[in-house]
Structure formats: C-alpha cells, structure tokens
C-alpha cells in the first residue's frame, strides 16, 4: 500500500481518481483547491510530505478565460505543477501530472506520438506545455499523462450538456471539423492506477479512449445511446461557432508508450460512452 496524495480532488477527474487509487489499497490524501493553493511553495511541500506519490489533478481549465488570464492560468498550471513537483522530489515520492492535447498545435492528420513537439496555439496549452516541462525538470520520477474531450459524472462536461439540450432544443448543429478522442473519467483514473502498480517507466503517457470522432459524430451517438433519433444533431463548422481560444482541429493522440510497456490503452470511446450513460441513468431512477 502506498501514501499518496491527490490534488484537485473535487474537480471531475479526481472525483474519480480518489476511489480508484482507494479500491487498489492506496491510503489517499484528497484536497480540494480550498485545501490546498498549489501556487503556494511551502503549502505544497507540506502536503506532500509523508507520501509516495503526488497525482496532480489540480489546474486553470477554463480554456477561453486563459485567453485573457494568461498570468493566473501558468500560476496554477506552471507553477503549481514546478511547486507540486519540487515536493515530490523533496518527499522522496513520484508524482503524476496530467496534461493535456492542447499542447498540439491540432494540425495533424495523424495521431500524436507521445514524443511529437509540443506547439501550443492558446494560453491554455502554452500553460500546461510548462506544468509538462517544470514536472520533467524538477522529478525525474514522473509520468505526464495527457488526455483529452474528458467526461465523467463529476463535473459539467459535453455529455451532460448534450443530454440537457435534447431536451431543451428540437434540432442542435455541432461541429463537424475537430476531431478528437471523447474520454471518460473513470478510464483515465483507472489507466493511472495501472501505470504507477505496473513497470511502466517513467515518462510521458496519452490516456485517451481508442478510436476518433468528431464533436458532430459524438453527439449523434450520444442521442443513439439515448434512445433519440441522431437526425436531430446538424453538423456545422468551428468558424460558426468563434471562441476566444482556439481549438484544435486535430486531437487524436497515440497509445505507443502505452503499448511499448505492456500497459493496455483505454479501450474504445463509445464503449466507455455507453457505461458512462447507464450509470448515470441509473443513478437517476428513483428509489
């Protein structure tokens, strides 16, 4: 059993890690941003201190608002991942960070190798880039793990606002020219439990579902696994819809340090969709 200490616990990906890491025998530490500032050097070698290993769920999310908080995003996402891991180093402990696709600049045709450059177009990305950069600087004993169109019962999120505006909106137009990975929670919890018990080196990791869909597509199959007729979902472009950030057009990120250490990648993305729906339909049943 090992100590370990998660931030960003309450946020949507540490509502599932937390019970994850549990179930596997680790004794969990869980703050939330109101218990711990990652901003704040001395808080977080205190935090870390007593404990094996550091998952660093806590970061500025709000991609549009980096735009225009740039200085507030990299505080969080720079320099409390640096913060984060000078304390896992100093504790004696590995740590996990998780990063992001929006490192890419999302101009691909192909999916990202865990090694492909890093070439950030929005302050969201160029932020994560250096939370990526100061973990690899600052502890060695570290795996990146980026992932990417995340959703999960925790936390607003595409799926949950799809399932809301079907029953708001005759007909929905969505985006039909980015391309991406839609990712569950609960996968990439259980990919990092995995990771930190099994023999994968440290290093950088892409956990995101297999398979490739566009936010047009995904929504269809939303509406497909509840039962409605993916007719009323119209597809439409990016330009259509402009945003502060930008976004990528091309999010689709290779599993080959996954595969290259026998760690199985997260299986496929409308597999994952439909246990995400019938958990939640079912916690919805009354009684």
Known sequence: MSRVLVTGAQGMLGQDLVPALR???????????????VTDAQACRLAAAGHDLVVNAAAWTAVDDAETHEAEAFSVNAVGAANLARAATTAGASLVQVSTDYVFDGQASTPYAADAPVRPRSAYGRTKAAGEWAVRALC??????????????GGPNFV???RRLAGERETLSVVDDQTGQPTWT????????????????????????????????????????LGLDPERVQPTTTAAFPRPAPRPAWSVLAHDTLLACDTEPIG????S?????EIVRAAEQPG
């Open 268 to 271: 496929p993305w409308r597999d």
């Open 186 to 225: 609960v996968d990439v919890a259980d990919l990092v439990v995995r990771l930190v018990a099994g023999s994968a080196p440290y290093g950088t990791y892409h956990g995101t579902s297999t398979g490739q869909v566009s936010w047009f597509g995904f929504t269809r199959a939303i509406f497909e696994e």
């Open 140 to 153: 060695p004993h570290s795996w990146v793990v980026r992932t990417a169109w995340l959703y999960g019962a």
């Open 273 to 277: 969709l439909n246990r995400h729906l």
């Open 23 to 37: 179930t596997a025998g680790h004794e969990v530490t869980a703050l939330a941003r109101a218990d711990l500032d």
């Open 160 to 162: 949950a606002t799809m």
